[in-house]
């Protein structure tokens, strides 16, 4: 197993965002610094990443892949699901096209080929069958307790708080069912 490192930093209590990653993908590569806005700004050699969709997919797969191996359920490692139109298929479509965000916060490995590709598993990709796009961690290329997570300055280790910004990064709205949003238009539309 690989001992790849990823430290997500988070802030805000009631619109919590994204704003700094740390990965570590392992010697001889050094380490790679990722920071929310268009450009780097005063942050030398450092990447950059819009907190999008797909970023907010990321972060909800990390804390949940965290938090049930905190909880010491292992054996079953989260998927998030999605159809189209959710920030999972935000997230599938992001790594198949290897935008330069993910180029800059992951890296490539020595044959240039993005190593966050690698990161997640998908099934499903590109919503081909119907059905939703599956996303995992893929445990072979980043285990659960090299995900770092912190809140405002602080480490956050306790599943309590790790649910509490699960939550706050909008877990529920990860899916974007068809009928859901159907739902919600034709209720709009009866208001």
């Not at 972060?59 to 049930?68: A, D, N, R």
């Not at 072979?140 to 770092?148: F, Q, S, V």
Request: charge should be positive.
């Amino acid at each position: 197993m690989t001992h790849r490192t990823l430290q997500l930093y988070f802030a805000g209590t009631s619109k919590v965002e994204l704003f700094q990653t740390r990965f570590f993908p392992g010697s001889p590569t050094p380490p790679l610094l990722s920071v929310r806005g268009k450009t780097s700004g005063a942050y030398t050699n450092a990447g950059s990443f819009h907190f999008s969709s797909a970023v907010r997919a990321m972060c909800i797969l990390c804390v949940k892949s965290v938090l049930m191996s905190k909880s010491g359920l292992t054996e079953t490692l989260p998927i998030i699901l999605g159809f189209r139109g959710s920030l999972v298929a935000s997230l599938d479509y992001a790594l198949a096209k290897q935008p330069v965000w993910i180029v800059e916060m992951f890296g490539c490995d020595m044959n240039g080929r993005s190593i966050g590709q690698r990161l997640f598993s998908r099934t499903n990709s590109h919503l081909k069958r119907p059905g939703p796009v599956a996303m995992g961690l893929n445990i072979k290329a980043l285990a659960p307790e090299n995900i770092h997570i912190f809140w405002n300055e602080q480490r956050v280790e306790d599943t309590g708080a790790l649910q509490t910004l699960l939550s706050s990064l909008g877990e529920s709205e990860a899916a974007a069912h068809p009928e859901a949003t159907l739902k919600t238009l034709l209720d709009a539309l009866a208001a």
